[in-house]
């Protein structure tokens, strides 16, 4: 005997939220200039991918829920490490030059469960 099982769209875009994957796609500065960037208990970002404008980039990093998270960016790690737990924001700049880069979280698994996310400098 054979099931068959129907899953409508609904359900299907719900299981694929839950896997993860953070918010919307790609987050671009706010009109201040600001990156906003948010961390989530789940171990997430709000955004898959950041856009910004070569020079003095400002970071915002703040968090939903309690679990400390960092928000780095690879190969400047000596230079910025913002972190967060609480519920609370911490801030932070660095001179990009145009490329990709990306940013992760240094908590012990966080990156190894999706905890990283693209950053593209025009």
Do not use: K, W
């Not at 299981?15 to 009109?31: I, K, M, Y």
């Not at 989530?40 to 955004?47: G, L, M, V």
């Not at 856009?51 to 679990?67: D, I």
Request: aromatic letters at 6%.
């Amino acid at each position: 005997m054979r099931l068959r099982m129907t899953i409508g769209a609904g359900t299907t875009a719900l299981l694929l939220t839950a896997c993860g994957g953070g918010g919307s796609s790609v987050q671009a500065p706010s009109e201040d200039g600001v990156l906003r960037i948010t961390s989530y208990d789940r171990q997430d970002y709000d955004a898959e991918g950041y856009e910004a404008q070569a020079g003095t980039v400002r970071f915002e990093f703040s968090q939903v829920g309690v679990q400390e998270h960092t928000l780095l960016v690879e190969g400047l790690e000596h230079q910025m490490r913002l972190v967060v737990v609480d519920g609370s924001t911490d801030a932070g700049s660095l001179d990009l030059e145009p490329g990709r880069y990306v940013l992760y979280c240094d908590i012990a698994g966080h990156r190894a469960s999706g905890m990283e996310a693209r950053l593209t400098v025009n």
